[in-house]
């Protein structure tokens, strides 16, 4: 019987007759697939990308829907480049149509200065992000999103220039039950334009 | 004056009424950092 070079998949001989062709083929298919899955580490493995959206002119927010689903419980969300008409503005998340309820904290680390805030009942994540008129910072990890669990957000929030704060600890949960397949960024004043939203889906199998 | 744009995926349009309130209310309550 031939095989293939690398992983040694049966295929047929030249002279195997037709009527075993459904067989082969479903042989060498089987083989493919387990080999696949052995290679990557599972069906699903790794870090994803699901969804890519770029972000439009003057817009006053973002809207990314179809981000999350049954093939992964936790993501990774990031954004590059992008800019907002205002400088130390920040960049507020929330998810699906919920408004109430985002409870969260903060840290900000400045130059000898250490400040925090948060919020146990608020319309959203405020300043998970930052946004300035040189780019925009957003990089967070979601857990949970689309299960019926609380959802849970942690991450970096990024920087102000104007008040050189940087490194800013954040975390923060929606404690409900609801699914969720899409979330929206919104400055906390001023317009976003141009820039990438990346939403990464951590491999479950 | 026309109402703030908002996006939706690839889909760049106007704010209804109701949307541009939601925003307003939004961020007045998110603290700058």
């Known amino acids: 019987m031939a095989t293939t070079t690398n992983y040694s998949w049966t295929t047929p001989d030249n002279t195997a007759y037709v009527k075993d062709g459904a067989s082969a083929i479903r042989t060498l298919g089987s083989s493919v697939d387990t080999t696949l899955f052995t290679a990557l580490g599972g069906a699903y493995p790794g870090l994803r990308l699901v969804k890519k959206q770029t972000i439009g002119s003057a817009v006053s927010s973002v809207t990314v829907t179809s981000a999350f689903s049954a093939t992964y419980e936790a993501y990774k969300v990031i954004i590059a480049g992008g800019a907002c008409s205002n400088d130390n503005s920040s960049l507020i998340l929330t998810f699906g149509s919920t408004t109430s309820g985002y409870i969260y904290s903060y840290g900000v680390f400045a130059s000898g200065v250490a400040i925090g805030d948060g919020s146990t009942s608020a319309s959203g994540f405020a300043a998970a992000g930052q946004a300035n008129t040189n780019s925009l910072t957003f990089n967070m990890d979601f857990v949970n999103p689309f299960l019926s669990k609380h959802t849970l957000v942690s991450g970096l929030g990024g920087y102000n220039l104007t008040n050189n704060n940087s490194r800013i600890a954040y975390s923060g949960v929606v404690p409900n039950t609801t699914s969720y397949t899409a979330f929206t960024l919104t400055p906390g004043s001023g317009t976003l334009t141009g820039g990438t939203i990346y939403v990464y889906g951590y491999g479950a199998s | ?33």
């Open chain 2, 1 to 33: 004056m026309p109402n703030p744009m908002i996006q939706i995926d690839d889909e760049v349009r106007e704010m209804t009424d109701e949307e541009y309130a939601e925003l307003l209310e939004l961020q007045e309550s998110a603290p700058a950092l």
